[in-house]
């Protein structure tokens, strides 16, 4: 079975940074994009980032483009997402998904169970 | 950026009731649309990708169609375990999401 399990998420300060992970398994890793999605709390969806198999293209949303860094590690099957200047309005419920190809134009076809970054002094 | 609209935002039904959503995209975008259910707390579930292609597992009451820029997503009868929240999704350019629809029982 596809896993996605992601663990990272927490309260920290406003300028800050938190590093968020999403260790997978059931499926070859290095076939597939990866990408991060958030949710405020009572909100609606907003991608976030996406990278490609080989890491050879990186996508982010204007929200988040230069604070927010997104990686991966085929050899661990791990995504991650590095974020620095965290603001109040990064607070949001964070999920991981798997990209139903390798390349550009796909949905998401499995989610991770999300986890919680609140940014509050 | 593309934009995805829509409506309504809030849709009161019955189980048994036929429930249609559709989803405007600010520019075309061929058949490049999925749609997702989510539960309360819950990460979002894929249920159909390039506008009418059914994920596996998926109940057949669900089935989409459209595209270019006008897309919908039809319950034929709706479930017990339909009531949720519903979005559409480009994938064209980037990936953007709509609103989202929330479907509660009337």
């Known amino acids: 079975d596809v896993q996605l399990v992601q663990s990272g998420g927490g309260l920290v300060q406003p300028g800050r940074s938190l590093r968020l992970s999403c260790a997978t398994s059931?499926?070859?890793?290095?076939?597939?994009?990866m990408h991060w999605v958030r949710q405020s709390p009572g909100k609606g969806l907003e991608w976030v980032s996406g990278i490609r198999w080989d890491s050879g293209v990186i996508g982010y949303a204007d929200s988040v483009k230069g604070r927010f860094t997104i990686s991966r590690d085929n050899a661990k099957k791990s995504l991650f997402l590095q974020m620095s200047s965290l603001r109040p309005e990064d607070t949001a419920f964070y999920y991981c998904?798997?990209?139903?190809?390798?390349?550009?134009?796909?949905?998401?076809?499995?989610w991770g169970q999300g986890t919680l970054v609140t940014v509050s002094s | 950026d593309i934009q995805m609209t829509q409506s309504p935002s809030t849709l009161s039904a019955s189980v048994g009731d036929r429930v249609t959503i559709t989803c405007r995209a600010s520019q075309t975008i061929g058949d490049w649309l999925a749609w997702y259910q989510q539960k309360p707390g819950k990460a979002p579930k894929l249920l159909i990708y390039?506008?009418?292609t059914l994920e596996s597992g998926v109940p057949s009451r669900f089935s989409g169609s459209g595209s270019g820029t006008d897309f919908t997503l039809t319950i034929s009868s709706l479930q017990p375990d339909d009531f949720a929240t519903y979005y559409c999704q480009q994938y064209y350019s980037y990936w953007t999401f709509g609103q989202g629809t929330k479907v509660e029982i009337k």
């Open positions: 059931g499926f070859t890793f290095d076939d597939y994009a």
């Open positions: 998904a798997k990209g139903d190809s390798g390349g550009s134009s796909h949905e998401f076809d499995y």
């Open positions: 390039r506008a009418s």
